[in-house]
Every structure is written in C-alpha cells, then in structure tokens.
C-alpha cells in the first residue's frame, strides 16, 4: 500500500498471534482466546499510532507469559478508517491508566471483515523503529 492517504497503526502482541494475523488476519475467536481480561473499549483489536505504545502493550498481551513479543503494522486508507469511526466501529482515544501519554484506535469485531480486506498487515518496518 504505502500510500499518502494511508496510516499505518501498530499492534502489540505475542509472535504466535503477530503471526496468525499476518497470514490469516484478525480472527474474532483467537482474540477471544486470549482477550479475557478488562479493556478500555471491551472485546476489540487494539491499535496505536505510535510504535513505542504497541511495544509497552506487546510486552504486557495476553499471551506474551514466558513467551516472545513483538509489534506488526497495520496500514489502513484514511477514507476507511474515517468511515469506521463514523459508524462506530472504531475508536480513537486516549490511553487511560498509563505513565504516558499515547492514543489508541480500537476496531469493534463487526469491522473484523472490513478490516481484513482493506488493511495491509506486515511486520514492523525498519523506518518505523528508526
């Protein structure tokens, strides 16, 4: 994609489900799977616009106990995005409860679909590191 009217969102998460996504997209029972505790919007992909925030997250993911973690990219059109958040199947908010300051944007599972064949995931780029 890498396009100028694209955002790229980061997602922190075990490499097992880094890797379920990347080949398969986001799969509502996995996330239930694992997505067992509180969350600030409920059951829901959660996503940051900023790398440092998905790595704190990917660090503290169900899952990641005893295990490798890892961040993937999620590349989105802005038009998309924008219509998610219109209907209500995504949100874009401040992080509560934290040390620092970050925002996250939250897909409802019935943006699963759409969200799967729009976005391009792929694992985290060099220049997003840098």
Known sequence: M???DSIILYHGTDVDSALEILNHGI??????????????????FYT??????????????P?????????????LLVEHLESLLEQGLALQAPIVNTAFIGEQIWFH????EFVNDH?????LSKESIL
């Open 109 to 112: 599972p019935d943006a699963f």
């Open 119 to 123: 976005a391009e995931f792929r694992p």
């Open 27 to 44: 799969n509502i029972e996995k996330l239930r799977l694992l997505q067992t505790g509180d969350t600030q919007f409920g059951e829901g």
């Open 48 to 61: 940051a616009n900023n790398v440092e925030v998905a790595w704190f997250f990917a660090s503290m993911a």
């Open 63 to 75: 899952g990641t106990l005893g295990k490798f973690y890892t961040v993937i990219e999620c590349e």
């Open 2 to 4: 890498n396009s100028p």
